[in-house]
């Protein structure tokens, strides 16, 4: 071997080992990401339109499967301050939370609940299709004011 062959053996074995650091790197990288990803439901999921409206009776028989499936965890007011919250890794989402609520589709509540993510458990296989949208329907209400939609009061003080 000729000082010019060594020279460049080294140099091959350097690249090598910043090829395997740059793959550990980028594996280790691709695993954190997976796990600390934001809770994104996919394009499809996020366009799917609820084909139960929020009627009387979809919202009660949310309430119903709420308060033997979800309650413990979001508590009764939905602001994720159920029983078992604090003992979770990570806290339940508050459905009082208007502007969090508003800035998701019932399609996404739809496939979380469907879905889960640790600590939260999936619900796909437990509950109904209909029953999840009732689910939908039902937690929308915890962040409506229960005067939503009505016009102020005569008395409400004028600018
Ligand atoms: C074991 C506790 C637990 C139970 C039971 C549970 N959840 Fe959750 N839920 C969570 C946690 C924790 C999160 C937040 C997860 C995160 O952000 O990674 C969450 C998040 C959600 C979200 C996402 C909200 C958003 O804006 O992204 C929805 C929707 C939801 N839960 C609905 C439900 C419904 C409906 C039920 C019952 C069918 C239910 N959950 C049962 C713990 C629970």
């Known amino acids: 071997m000729n000082s010019e062959t060594r020279a460049r053996a080294g140099k091959n074995n350097l690249l090598s080992k910043v090829a395997v650091l740059f793959v ?25 339109r609820n084909p139960l409206p929020a009627t009387d009776d979809s919202i009660a028989m949310g309430r119903m499967n709420y308060s033997t ?35 998701v589709t019932d399609g996404e509540l739809f496939w979380k609940i469907s879905h889960g993510r640790r600590p939260m458990p999936a619900f796909q296989y437990k509950l109904t299709e209909t029953e999840r949208w009732q689910l939908v329907d039902f937690i929308r209400t915890f962040a409506q004011k229960p005067n939503a939609g009505v016009a102020p009061a005569a008395n409400s003080p004028s600018p």
């Open 24 to 48: 550990i790197v980028a594996a280790g990288g691709a695993i954190f990401l997976y796990y600390h990803r934001d809770w994104n439901a996919p394009a499809a999921a996020k366009n799917l």
């Open 69 to 103: 499936h979800c309650q413990n965890c979001h508590g009764d007011k939905g602001d994720g301050k159920g029983p078992r919250a604090d003992s979770l890794s990570i806290a339940p989402s508050d459905f009082t939370d208007a502007h969090a609520l508003g800035l």
